[in-house]
């Protein structure tokens, strides 16, 4: 079966980049695609169950309040939908949902062609049990997720299926190969997760994952939301995360998934699907929704779910369970007011000394970040935890130190005991707040308070008799695992994810700073309740010294520059992403004429490193190409792919002679009218490449009060714009559109119209110009490139 899945794989990724519209995507993959579901069909025609399969092409508009907020429109963009069922019949349907498609000069074998031939397996599998399911399960290969989660809102809201569709399954990628994370569920419906639970080979799976990606932090998106949303359907989304530095690059190849990643989501996936459709939940799933589900796994061994509610008592009991320990010290006789006095004095410290470590370590990354040496960690992980990590723990350990020698006085068995009883409070405190505000990953701060606790009372007679004697610290060390092995297990997680993203997060997030407050943090929280051993030795001159003498060797060797953030090791490369464009720029006035007009090769970088390490080698992209936004032109006057402006400020723009595709874009008014309400009303017509974008700029005092697009609600952009997102499949015809604005006569027009053309595929995606400029980036770059137009007007 490994050995289909992997033929299965090189055969989608053989095409090379698959953007929806290619002949690749559209044409090639689709085949293929059919032509193993054929063969399927035909192998299980003999069984209980019947397969049918139609291809989709449907159009549509949305609008998302992803990267600020924008419209999305998709004509005749391609869908696989495979209908496998009892042969009398299904009334409720499971979705497994994959992408074949990938974007621009990447293979995206991760990225989502490994999914869809898992999924061409797992529906194989299926087809053929010789027990007839309960219900069907829709396998959706859908191409176009890259485009902004366009085809599953085709799938969603207009295919027929789409209405018996009870629950889905998402599968994704963030990374290239490792394990496949359950990162989002529900919402709520807490028997998905108990599925899952139960019937998962290999878990991996965290509800701390789930409430991170929801909050927004990570820039991403999948067509869970699609789902969720549109359809209100409940799921779950898995997604490889590991190796995320080779995610949406060249070097997302086949070759880099390991048989065990495949042989996993291969399990996972078939074992939870065959539950989910044989279970009597699916029949009527809301009948089971009733609330969240705290789950976490173990090391990947084993997953611990429980309802939140049941979270709740337990983490509520657990904080009882402090406040009487804590309690009972403060009515002893011989504490009344002084133990109060002295567990607030005690708190405050450690307060101080995080904001001071915390302090310190951000100046230290400002001073990293300002020198030219940002990102020296993005190809050894390990020269921040050296650096960063040895600063906060050194800080740290000074300040309860200098406590200590300068406050105390004195080292004793009590002080530690009042420490300890600290980092208690500091928990609960977390642990009362988390679950105060319905926060599923508030099990934490309950496991980091409910064994210390459980380990301090069953160690207390050990501990007045010896202090720290080796036998405790052993103990004290062994009722703590369980904790600390997960939560470490947590922040390896998060370094995971994080690391790589900061190599695309843009030009305006400075990385030093996150992931020294992620690396302080870290430090932080895992040395809480070994902060009063510090109160228990003699002495910690030894330990200062070591840390500063590593903090000391690393900051130089990062300040001379001995660690470069890039490698093109084809073991492990650590690319620099980097997007060109060569493109061509004409601006209309009011009176149609054109003012100006020039082309260039537009240069953004997708991390905050700049150009610096790239001017050396090609010095023509220096500071004095860089650009500044033009505010009155829409999107600063460049053909912008997605709305990341803000994201990405420092642009370079290296002149070139003008680009000529051959299938230009063709922009026209088909006519203008005044309506009885007051508005104006313009209609337009579009010819053009497979991807396209919309910018509309109202003037001061104009307004859009209506449009065509999505529910007729124009929707901002958050840097006041609009901007709609336009792809089409083939076959497509024109993109006609109106809007209506509100009129405020002025000298300037109604609004600024601006759109760009993006050639991602064929002969119109390369100019010599482009090649030539390719040829010289370093073999550690990443330049993902293509020709594009943009052209504006005045209305």
């Known amino acids: ?131 007839p399911l309960r219900h069907g399960v829709v396998f959706l290969f859908n191409g176009a997720e890259e485009n902004v989660l366009q085809a599953s809102h085709g799938f969603i809201t207009q295919h027929p299926w789409a209405k018996q569709v009870r629950a889905f399954i998402n599968l994704e990628a963030a990374g290239v190969g490792g394990k496949e994370v359950v990162f989002q569920t529900g919402p709520e419906n807490p028997w998905l997760v108990q599925a899952y639970v139960h019937a998962a080979k290999h878990p991996f799976a965290s509800v701390v994952g789930q409430e991170v990606f929801q909050s927004g932090v990570i820039p991403s998106d999948t067509d869970f939301r699609i789902y969720r949303d549109f359809g209100n359907i409940p799921g779950i989304d898995l997604a490889f995360i590991e190796n995320g530095f080779l995610y949406h690059t060249k070097y997302d190849t086949s070759d880099r998934i390991l048989t065990d990643s495949i042989q996993r989501a291969g399990d996972n996936i078939l074992a939870v699907l065959k539950h989910l459709v044989m279970s009597e939940e699916l029949a009527d799933s809301s009948e089971y929704r009733h609330g969240n589900m705290v789950f976490f796994d173990l090391l990947g061994m084993v997953v611990v779910a429980y309802p939140a509610r049941v979270g709740t008592i337990i983490n509520y009991m657990t904080a009882m369970a402090t406040f009487l320990y804590l309690f009972k010290k403060c009515s002893h006789p011989s504490n009344v007011g002084r133990y109060i006095k002295e567990l607030a004095y005690a708190t405050a410290v450690v307060i101080l000394s995080w904001l001071v470590t915390l302090l310190t370590v951000l100046i230290i990354a400002l001073v990293v970040s300002l020198t030219g040496r940002s990102m020296f960690w993005y190809n050894d992980f390990y020269t921040c935890i050296f650096m960063y990590g040895s600063a ?100 390896w997680v998060v370094f995971e994810i994080f690391t790589p993203i900061l190599g695309r997060s843009g030009t305006e997030i400075p990385p030093d700073v996150v ?90 970088s997708f991390d905050y490193t700049g ?30 792919f997605l709305p990341v402006k803000f994201l990405v400020k420092k642009n370079w723009y290296l002149p070139a002679p003008e680009v000529f595709p051959k299938s230009p874009i063709e922009f026209q008014v088909l006519s203008k009218e005044q309506t009885k ?119």
Request: proline fraction near 6%.
């Open 677 to 795: 309400w007051g508005t104006v009303k313009i209609t337009f017509e579009v010819k053009g490449p497979s991807h396209m974008s919309l910018y509309l700029r109202p003037h001061q005092g104009a307004s859009l009060s209506s449009w065509s697009f999505g529910d007729g609600v124009p929707q901002y952009h958050l840097a006041g714009e609009y901007f709609i997102f336009y792809s089409h499949g083939l076959d497509a015809p024109a993109w006609n559109f109106w809007f209506e604005i509100q009129d405020p006569s002025g000298p300037e027009g109604m609004i600024s119209v601006a759109i760009s053309s993006h050639y991602f595929f064929g002969e119109d995606q390369r100019t010599v110009q482009l090649e030539d400029m390719l040829k010289r980036f370093p073999k550690w770059a990443f330049p993902s490139s293509w020709v594009s137009t943009y052209h504006m007007y005045r209305y």
């Open 392 to 491: 906060a723990t050194g800080t740290m350990v000074l300040i309860h130190t200098l406590a200590k020698n300068l406050y105390y006085g004195v080292s004793c068995v009590c002080l530690g005991e009042l420490y300890f009883d600290v980092s208690l409070l500091l928990w609960c405190a977390a642990l009362v707040y988390l679950t105060a505000n319905d926060l599923c990953s508030a099990y934490v701060p309950m496991l980091m308070v409910a064994f210390p606790l459980t380990t301090k009372l069953l160690l207390a007679r050990e501990f007045k008799l010896r202090g720290a004697s080796v036998k405790y610290s052993v103990l004290y060390q062994l009722g703590l695992a369980l904790p600390y092995v997960h939560f470490m297990f947590l922040i």
């Open 1 to 131: 079966v490994i050995w289909i899945l992997q033929k299965h794989l090189e055969r989608i990724t053989s095409v090379g980049p698959r953007p929806t519209g290619s002949p690749e995507n559209e044409i090639l993959t689709v085949n293929f695609l059919l032509e193993q579901i054929e063969h399927i069909k035909a192998d299980s025609a003999s069984g209980p169950h019947s397969v049918t399969v139609d291809v989709q092409r449907p159009t549509g508009s949305f609008s998302i309040d992803f990267l600020g907020g924008f419209t999305s429109y998709y004509d005749r963009v391609s869908n696989i939908a495979v209908r496998l069922e009892p042969k009398a019949g299904a009334q409720h349907l499971m979705l497994a949902n994959c992408h074949f498609d990938s974007v621009a000069n990447s293979p995206g074998a991760s990225d989502d062609a490994v999914s869809c031939a898992v999924m061409l397996e797992v529906l194989h599998s299926l087809a053929n049990l010789s027990t």
């Open 611 to 640: 150009m610096q390490h790239i001017t050396p080698i090609i010095p023509e992209i220096n500071d004095t190409i860089r650009t500044s936004c033009q505010e009155d032109r829409p999107f600063c006057g460049y053909p912008w």
């Open 515 to 604: 992931l020294a407050t992620l690396v302080t943090l870290a430090t932080l929280f895992l040395s809480s309740f070994f902060l009063h051993f510090i109160y228990l030795a003699r002495s910690t001159k030894w330990l200062l010294a070591g840390l500063g003498t590593v903090f000391t060797v690393f900051l130089v060797l990062v300040l001379c520059g001995m660690f470069f953030p890039y490698t093109a090791d084809p073991s492990s490369p650590r690319p620099k992403r980097v997007f060109l464009q060569h493109t061509t720029r004409t601006f209309h006035g009011l009176d149609g004429q054109v003012k100006s007009r020039d082309s260039g090769l537009w240069i953004n």
